[in-house]
Each structure stands twice: as structure tokens, then as C-alpha cells.
């Protein structure tokens, strides 16, 4: 008799892009663990509570989340880790005896890529784009691992933002400055530049600007360091920008894996294969843009 696998996934809406299946589901195969990772697209917010429910009845393993819902699922988790307490947004979810756990393995994963230029980092301005549970993750990395001098929030709505501001306090000892996102001449003054939005992910609505900032007015520094969290596509309108500036560049698919790999073992107790799981994401990302 075939034994039943454990089903993982990701939590998000319209999200079929998401190259987390190809992740999970390699590393399992790699490993031989009994796991299964599949996409579950919820239409609203209104519908999140029952879709937790529902996975408690139907025994599922865990989840990733992402957007919209890193903050929408915490009311209705039984526990927070410390990390994502500290932020109240949460990425992975495991179940266990009908409980289910929220975690945050967004703030390790994002501080990962940025470890090699730390020295640097500390001490000067960041300059950050967005206003969610990746934003909320993004500013812990930094007053965890970075320790800046100052951080620029670049928000749409910088009245809505304020909350943001609170929940990554009181612990923070930098100020975060709250701008709106179309002033975006201060970004000149930062080290690094991070795009916590979803703006330049493909597919999305092309009246859309493909950037976070105007690509046509130089705004990038050859001694910058461009930190986009999309990694679909690979090389972004921003991340191609900031190539061309001489600046260095961080892609979401370093983000993506290190976020995975802390995942993978909070559901599994094991490491995942990452230069095999790597190998294997690189080489479907390069078929899908010769096809």
C-alpha cells in the first residue's frame, strides 16, 4: 500500500507564477521525504479563516504565505514564533496536532544576500518601497543583522504607513522616515535600495510602471547595492537599472531560496539541497525566457 504524502503549499492570490512548487518538491525528491507542495490561490480576504480551518480538518502539513495575506492569516494562527510576534506578519505555517504555528522566515532569508556587505550597510541610509509583511520583514533584518543609520519608507499612502512604523518598534534604534513614493530623489542618499513591493513582477497589469522609481532620471549610484525582492522575472526593470549604473544587484531568487531552505526545515527537521534545488530553479527560469 502507497503511503499518503503530506501536503504543503502556498497561500497566496494569483500567485501561479510562484516557483515555490519547483523548490519543495524538488528538495523532496532529492531527500525522498513523503511531502507534496502545491499552490492554493484564496480569492479574498474574507475567505482566509476558513481556509485555515479547513486545512486543520484536512490534516495539511504547512503553508508559505504571501501576498496579500502575511498579516490577514495572524489573528487566526494559534501561535506566533518570536520573529514573527515581533512584526505580526507571518510566511510559514506548520501544523502539528491541530495547531498551527506562524513563523517568519522572511527576515533571515532577506538578511542572507546583504551578510557580505554588512560593514558597509551599518551606519548609512536605506532607502525601502512598500508597506507590507515583506517591508515589516525587510526593516527587522535591517535592526537584527544592519543596524543603519536612518531608513527611508517610500509608501503610496504615507498616512496608512504609520502602523508600519509602530510594529517595527520599539526594539529599532534607527528612525524610519515616512516619504511618499514618488519622491524618490532621496534615494541617492541610501547604500541600498529595496524593493518590497510587487511592482515589476511579470504579468502584472502592463499600465502599471514596471519600477519603483523613474528609470530615466539616474537616480542610481554606482556605490548602491539594488535589493529586488520580485524574482519573476529573473532581472528586473530595477535590477537591469542598477546593473547598468554599476551598482551592485541582489535578485528575489536569493531571497526566494534562503526564505524556502528555513522553511523547508521547520516542516520537515531536515536541510533542503540548496545548490541542487538552485541548479534546478536556474535552469527552469532560463527555459521559460528562451520559450
Not at 208 to 223: A, G, M, T, V, Y
Request: net charge neutral; aromatic share 8%.
Amino acid at each position: 500500500m502507497t503511503k499518503a504524502k503530506k501536503i504543503l503549499g502556498l497561500l497566496g492570490r494569483a500567485v501561479d507564477y510562484s516557483y515555490s512548487p519547483l523548490i519543495h518538491n524538488t528538495a523532496c525528491e532529492l531527500l525522498d521525504l513523503p511531502y507534496y507542495y502545491t499552490i492554493f490561490n484564496v480569492a479574498t480576504e474574507a475567505l482566509i479563516a476558513d481556509a485555515l480551518q479547513g486545512a486543520k480538518a484536512l490534516g495539511i502539513a504547512g503553508f508559505n504565505v504571501t501576498i496579500p495575506y502575511k498579516k490577514t492569516v495572524v489573528p487566526f494562527l494559534d501561535e506566533l514564533s518570536p520573529e514573527a510576534a515581533s512584526i505580526q506578519a507571518v510566511n510559514t505555517i506548520v501544523q502539528k496536532n491541530g495547531r498551527l504555528t506562524g513563523y517568519n522566515t522572511d527576515i533571515s532569508g532577506f538578511a542572507a544576500p546583504l551578510l557580505p556587505f554588512k560593514s558597509s550597510i551599518t551606519g548609512n541610509k536605506i532607502a525601502l518601497f512598500g508597506n507590507g509583511g515583506a517591508a515589516l520583514a525587510a526593516i527587522e533584518a535591517f535592526r537584527l543583522y544592519f543596524h543603519p543609520s536612518e531608513l527611508l519608507l517610500f509608501v503610496r499612502d504615507p498616512a496608512k504607513a504609520a502602523g508600519i512604523v509602530q510594529k517595527s518598534g520599539p526594539k529599532r534604534e534607527f528612525p524610519v522616515t515616512i516619504l511618499p513614493a514618488d519622491d524618490t530623489e532621496r534615494v541617492r542618499e541610501c547604500r541600498v535600495l529595496v524593493n518590497a513591493t510587487p511592482i515589476g513582477t511579470k504579468g502584472r497589469d502592463k499600465r502599471e510602471s514596471p519600477s519603483i522609481i523613474p528609470l530615466d532620471r539616474k537616480l542610481i549610484q554606482c556605490d548602491q547595492i539594488i535589493y529586488d525582492m520580485v524574482y519573476n522575472p529573473l532581472d528586473t526593470p530595477l535590477l537591469l537599472a542598477g546593473r547598468a549604473a554599476g551598482a551592485e544587484t541582489i535578485s528575489g531568487i536569493e531571497m526566494l531560496i534562503a526564505q524556502a531552505a528555513a522553511a523547508f526545515t521547520l516542516w520537515t527537521g531536515m536541510q533542503m539541497p540548496l545548490d541542487a534545488v538552485k541548479t534546478s530553479l536556474l535552469q527552469e527560469i532560463q527555459m521559460k525566457s528562451t520559450s
